[in-house]
Each structure stands twice: as structure tokens, then as C-alpha cells.
């Protein structure tokens, strides 16, 4: 497992200097949905979208992704999470340097949503991810023999209680263990390059995956590395 606490922008250029090849990538990156929030009256204050950031305001959704595109092995899955706003611009930017093929758009449904503005819209309960593989080669898609064909939907709750970090977006770690264990397979090295508080890192370690994240923030970054640094070693016996 290695861990880094920079820009993954700028670490992209180490990783290509150093001819790392990766056999997945799963990422999380920042969708650029927060707003500003401004309660100045309690009549306005639920009309307000959420903040978690500076640096989900103005993050380039983009141009990260052929370039990062170009360290991941041939037979490997890309897997991005991404606001349903972006999703059309995301899956024409991965299929733009005709290298990579969207396959489908997996949904988390999230089994105890957020209640906001409830009399007004609909319960906001689904996030969405896109699964895309390396043109012409092999992908991995280990369906479980008991199911006889596979939803591309992952029913968890969001992460509350003892899993709970700072972070105001960590995904569910039973959420990435599934899918992980779905498009991965033991043994193989996994990069997250938004990995945020390493949730993605946390369930490859557990599933005996290899892992290199990448997370900007410091406050982050040390929780990442605390939850990585206390998943207990597994003897092989
Ligand atoms: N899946 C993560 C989890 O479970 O904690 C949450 C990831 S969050 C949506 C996206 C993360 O990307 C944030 O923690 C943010 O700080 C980080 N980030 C934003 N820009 C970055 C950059 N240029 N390089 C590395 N990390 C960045």
C-alpha cells in the first residue's frame, strides 16, 4: 500500500516517470456540487444546497482522465464516480481517445437517504458511477453463481456510527467492497487518485487487494492513512 499526499494532477507525472501500471482504477473525485450556503433567514435556509468545500467547487472534472488512463493495464476496469449532471460529459470524455469503452453505470441506492425538502421533491437516495474498460481486452466481472443475472445496483446505507470519518463525503465501505469485489480480483493493485478519507483503499486492503491512493488535503490524507495503518495484518496460514 502507498499513500500520497499531494496533487494528483501533478502525481500523474511520477507515476508515468516511474512506469506504474495499475490493474484498476475506482475513484471518487469531487463532483462540484457544492454551493455556498448563506442561512441568513430560516425561510430561505432549506432552499440552500450543500457545502462540503472548497474543493468541490471548482475541481476539473475532466482532463484527468486520458491521462490517467494510460497507466491502467490492459483487461482493467476505471471506475468514477460522478454527480447524474456530469455523467454524459464524463462517459464522452473517457470514450474520446477511442482507447477506453463505457460498459454501464452502476447505482448506489442508498438504503436510509437524506429527508431534505421532502414536501417539495424527491428523496435524493441515488448516486451513480461509471464503469468503463480498456478497448479489445478482457475485463474481469466475477458475477456471484447464486444470482442469475446482476443489477448494476448496490443497496448500502450511508456510512454512520463507528465507520463514520470527518469527511463530509465518505462512501460506504460495504458500498466499494462490492464493487471492488465484483470488477477486481485478489492480488491486483487498485489507485484511487481522490481517495479523500481511503474508503476505496480500506476495502481493497480488507479483500486483499493492493491499493496507491492520492488525496490533496491534509486534514484527509490523516485519515485516510490512520484507517489504511489499522486494518490488521492477515497471517497466511
Ligand atoms: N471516496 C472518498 C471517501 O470515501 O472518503 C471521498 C472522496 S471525495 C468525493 C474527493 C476527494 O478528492 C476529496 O477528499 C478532495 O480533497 C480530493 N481532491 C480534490 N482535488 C484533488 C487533487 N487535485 N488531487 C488529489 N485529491 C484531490
Known amino acids: 500500500m502507498k499513500i500520497y499526499n499531494c496533487d494528483a494532477f501533478e502525481k500523474i507525472y511520477d507515476f508515468q516517470k516511474s512506469k506504474l501500471k495499475v490493474d484498476h482504477i475506482i475513484t471518487d473525485p469531487p463532483y462540484n456540487i457544492s454551493q455556498e450556503n448563506n442561512f441568513s433567514s430560516m425561510s430561505n435556509a432549506n432552499r440552500h444546497g450543500v457545502d462540503f468545500g472548497e474543493w468541490d467547487k471548482k475541481f476539473d472534472l475532466y482532463s484527468w482522465i486520458n491521462i490517467y488512463c494510460q497507466i491502467l493495464k490492459p483487461g482493467g476496469s476505471f471506475i468514477i464516480f460522478t454527480s447524474y449532471r456530469n455523467l454524459s460529459y464524463v462517459i464522452d ?94 492480488n491486483q493493485l487498485i489507485l484511487d487518485p481522490f481517495m479523500g478519507s481511503g474508503t476505496t483503499g480500506v476495502a481493497a486492503l480488507e479483500l486483499d487487494r493492493d491499493f496507491i491512493g492520492v488525496e490533496l488535503e491534509k486534514e484527509y490524507f490523516k485519515i485516510a492513512k490512520e484507517r489504511l495503518n489499522n486494518i490488521p495484518e492477515k497471517l497466511d496460514l
Open 93 to 186: 470524455m473517457i470514450e474520446e481517445d477511442k482507447k477506453m469503452v463505457v460498459k454501464d453505470i452502476l447505482k448506489w441506492i442508498k438504503l436510509n437517504p437524506m429527508p431534505r425538502n421532502i414536501n417539495r421533491r424527491y428523496v435524493q437516495d441515488t448516486e451513480f458511477a461509471i464503469w468503463a474498460v480498456k478497448k479489445g481486452a478482457k475485463w474481469i466481472f466475477n458475477k456471484p453463481r447464486n444470482i442469475s443475472y446482476l443489477r448494476a445496483e448496490f443497496h448500502t446505507p450511508v456510512v454512520s456510527g463507528r465507520e463514520r470519518t470527518l469527511h463530509p463525503t465518505q462512501k460506504s465501505l460495504k458500498l466499494m467492497k462490492d464493487i471492488i469485489e465484483i470488477h477486481t480480483k485478489k
